[in-house]
Structure formats: structure tokens, C-alpha cells
């Protein structure tokens, strides 16, 4: 099930809404739960009892470590364990294909042939839920948050719906006090409403308009489009991957304050960032800091000699690109960003530094948008023919009706409104009015606060009404990251 789903929106929220504020408190979990685990079956019901397997090992396994504490090497034994029996099954079932067909390459397809021509398919979400179970072990086992004894409560946070599927990844420690205890207050949920029509709006109505176009390029035979083109279908997918993705964390985040849950933010406009380390504090915010918390860290960060800080980051964005997907493009991918931190770090960073922002500014998103062409390919070779072809301009131009269809006034429109507002515009209007509103008179500020209003409800009626039609029409309506 998606968020952006006529379904979604008209049975299944209005549905859980209503029963969950029905009950008392005691019984919203179970509720919630319940939801969520019918939510993750819709479209995956067979592999419920692996999200189930999920729950049970780590509430086992964090309940052992905590009871082990008195004992170091056995409390580490559990907790080695536990992750362990966390990744086995993203392993398989994400990595397996991968492992097969490259051990084809040496065994002349006899393992192939041993096994058959099926291929493993990719439960929805395993890599989001896997790495918040594992942030739970890890967690008690640090002492920065308390085991969790009931078993509804990790089912819960394991399983919550709003961001079980494609995140943002929520650590336990940042919400083991809402789960047992929360309120929803009347802003709250307002907040929560005009925080998912947000989400709703930027998936539907910019996301993936600019994607058909970038999807349908990305499927033409590379070597014979001109640069001309292949430029467009960089730029559009670099816009559909951020606005597919941060619509989605916009949506979970709203749906999460809905129900009382304070997630923290998973994207800070990184289409503004002037280098690459920038760039990844503000993109993904959640697998980032995940990343860095239980991995970069405990592996030596920055605290250990310069060349051990160079491995470090390398290997953190190796495992940051295979997490992405089982693929030479994204761990290529990860390694491209790995190196230009790496870069940045000695005295190639400086001299960026040293440059005008806006300079600085091309430089990044050239790189990001590069990288992205590794990330969109279906083959490492696409990928390379793809940047070697961009500066082919002696192509004849390429005459194709379906392409030119998708690029309709709708498509024009979502791509100039997703250029200007992958900038951090409207926060400096909003901060820049406040300001200027809180030196005006009573009565001023009482007609723009209902001018505000007003203004509010018809931006998210309009959003509802227009992204409802789009939806019923069938229009391109993928989520990039439920593949990851």
C-alpha cells in the first residue's frame, strides 16, 4: 500500500484515524499495530512473519543484552549475535541475487542451473526495519535507552506504518518515550495534515510529472540521443529522486504527528549545499547519521590518523551504496561519494573554500547530479556510455512522440516549481514576514492571521482535489526508495 493511493487516503487513514482515537490509551498501541502490520501486508503478505521473526529476535536478544550487562563479554556476545541474526535475512533476500550472478561470471552458470531460474524477491522496507532493530539492540546495549519488556510496544516501533516502508529511519532512542506514553494535540495534527498534503502535493504534482519524463529518457538507447536531452534527463531525475523521496518523508513525518510521534527531519533542501560533506548533512538525514552513529564512529571517525579517516569514510559509503541496492551502480555510486569527501578533507577542499559560493554551489550539484546517472542506471556500462555521451552534441536531434507527450504544460510547470523550491525560499519569506508582522499593529496581524487561514485551506483542498484526480487517472505514481 502507498501513501499517494485513493485508497490510502480515503479508507485506510480516514479508518485507522477514527478507530485509534476511539479507544483509550492503553489499547491506541495495539490499534496502531494492528494498522501496521495489515498496512505491510497488503502488499507484502506473505512476508509478514518475517517482520514478525524481526520483532520477536530483537525483543529476545534486547532483553538478553540488558540482562547480561553485569557481564561484558557476554552482554557484546548477545548483541553480536543479534545483529547478526538482523542482517541474515536482508542478506539473502536483498543480496542473494546479486551474490549469484556474480559468482556466474566463475562457475559457468553452474550455480545458476543447481538452483533454478527464480529469483529471490525483495521484501518491501527490509533495509528501513532492519536498521531501526538494529538501532534498538544497539542502543540498550549502549544504555541510551531502556530495554523495551513489552512486546507490543518493539512490534510497534518496528513495524510503526508511517515510515516502515521507505523511512525516515527512526531510532529507538529518539522515540522510546512516545511509544509508551504521548498525546495529540489539536496543533499537533493540524501540523500532521498540512505536513502529508505537503508530501502528497510534492509526489504527485512535481515528483512524478518531471519522473515520466526522466523514466521514458533513461529507457531510450543512450549513444543515440543528443546532449541536449541527456542533460534534461539528468536534471529530471535529480529533481524527481528528491521530491519523490523527501515527499515521502514529508508524508511519514506528517502521518507520524497525527498519531503523536515526533520524527526528526530527513531532508534539509541539499540542493543548496556547496560541497558534498554539506550535501550529506542535509540529504537523508536519518541513514547519514545512521551511518555515522553505528558505524563511522565505532569504526574510529576522524580520531585515528588521516589515512585510517580516508578508510573509514571509503568503507561507510562502500556499505552506503550497497545498502541503496545489490548492484555495481550504487556501490560505484557510494564509492563517488566516498572519494569526493575524501577529497574534500585535504587540500582539494580548500581550494573549494576559497572559491565563490556560487561556484562552490555548481560544483556540488554537478556532482550529485553525476552521481545520479550511477544511481539511475540499469547497468554500470548505461551509466558510462550515459556521462560519455553528454557532451556528444553533434547527435541528430531524436524525434519522439511519447517523449514529447510527457513533456505537456504540467510537465513544464512541475519543473520550474521543483527548481525554485529545492531552495530554501520560503522558509527565508516566512522567517523574513514574521519579522515583519510581529512589528505591526494588533489588527494587522489579526487579518493576516485569517488571510493565512484561509490561504491554507485552499492550497491543501486544492492539493487533495487536484492530486486525487491525478491519482484516479492513473498517472506515473512509482516511490523510488520501495526498492531499497
Not at 572519494?339 to 565563490?356: C, M, N, Q, T
Request: aromatic share 18%.
Amino acid at each position: 500500500m502507498v501513501f499517494s493511493s485513493i485508497f490510502f487516503l480515503f479508507f485506510f487513514l480516514p479508518a485507522t484515524l477514527i478507530l485509534y482515537f476511539s479507544v483509550g490509551p492503553k489499547l491506541r498501541n495495539l490499534v496502531l499495530l494492528l494498522a501496521s502490520l495489515l498496512f505491510y501486508a497488503w502488499g507484502e503478505v506473505g512476508y509478514v512473519m518475517l517482520m514478525l521473526f524481526s520483532i520477536s529476535i530483537n525483543w529476545i536478544f534486547g532483553l538478553l543484552i540488558n540482562d547480561s550487562k553485569s557481564t561484558p563479554k557476554r552482554c557484546k556476545l548477545f548483541l553480536t549475535l543479534g545483529i547478526i541474526l538482523n542482517l541474515l535475512p536482508l542478506a539473502f533476500f536483498k543480496y542473494g541475487n546479486f551474490l549469484l550472478d556474480n559468482l556466474s561470471y566463475f562457475d559457468s552458470g553452474i550455480i545458476a542451473g543447481m538452483l533454478g531460474d527464480g529469483q529471490i524477491h525483495l521484501p518491501i522496507g527490509i533495509s528501513f526495519f532492519t536498521f531501526q532493530a538494529i538501532s534498538y539492540i544497539v542502543d540498550v546495549y549502549r544504555n541510551t535507552a531502556d530495554v523495551q519488556k513489552q512486546p507490543i510496544n518493539l512490534a510497534l516501533y518496528i513495524s510503526l506504518f508511517p515510515q516502515l516502508i521507505a523511512g525516515p529511519i527512526v531510532r529507538y532512542h529518539d522515540v522510546a518515550r512516545q511509544i509508551v506514553r504521548r498525546t495529540v494535540s489539536l496543533v499537533d495534527f493540524q501540523y500532521g495534515v498540512q505536513r502529508f498534503v505537503l508530501g502528497l502535493g510534492k509526489k504527485v504534482l512535481i515528483a512524478n510529472n518531471i519522473g515520466a519524463v526522466a523514466d521514458h529518457i533513461y529507457s531510450l538507447p543512450v549513444e543515440t540521443l543528443p546532449a541536449g536531452l541527456l542533460w534534461l534527463g539528468m536534471l529530471t531525475y535529480t529533481l524527481q529522486i528528491y521530491y519523490d523521496f523527501s515527499a515521502y518523508s514529508d508524508m511519514a513525518i506528517g502521518l507520524g504527528r497525527m498519531f503523536g510521534f515526533h520524527f526528526l527531519e530527513n531532508f534539509n533542501y541539499p540542493y543548496s549545499s556547496r560541497s558534498i560533506q554539506e550535501f550529506w548533512r542535509r540529504w537523508h538525514i536519518s541513514l547519514s547519521s545512521w551511518f555515522k552513529d553505528y558505524l563511522y564512529i565505532p569504526l574510529g571517525g576522524n580520531r585515528k590518523r588521516t589515512g585510517r579517516t580516508y578508510f573509514n569514510l571509503l568503507t561507510v559509503f562502500f556499505l552506503c551504496g550497497l545498502w541503496h541496492g545489490a548492484s555495481w551502480t550504487f556501490v560505484l555510486w557510494g564509492l563517488f561519494h566516498g572519494l569526493f569527501l575524501v577529497l574534500e578533507r585535504g587540500a582539494f577542499g580548500k581550494v573549494i573554500g576559497r572559491l565563490p559560493g556560487i561556484v562552490q554551489h555548481a560544483y556540488t550539484i554537478l556532482v550529485v547530479m553525476i552521481g545520479w546517472v550511477f544511481f539511475r542506471a540499469e547497468s554500470l556500462e548505461q551509466a558510462l556510455v550515459y556521462l560519455k555521451s553528454l557532451a556528444n552534441f553533434s547527435a541528430s536531434p531524436y524525434l519522439d512522440a511519447k517523449l514529447f507527450a510527457t513533456m505537456n504544460a504540467e510537465f513544464y510547470i512541475a519543473l520550474f516549481v521543483g527548481i525554485i523550491f529545492s531552495y530554501p525560499i520560503v522558509p527565508r519569506l516566512f522567517s523574513h514576514y514574521s519579522y515583519r508582522l510581529e512589528q505591526a499593529k494588533v489588527s494587522t496581524r489579526l487579518l493576516i492571521g485569517s488571510l493565512t487561514t484561509a490561504g491554507t485551506i485552499v492550497w491543501i483542498s486544492f492539493i487533495i482535489i487536484y492530486s486525487s484526480a491525478q491519482l484516479m487517472s492513473g498517472s506515473h505514481n512509482p516511490f523510488l526508495y520501495f526498492r531499497f
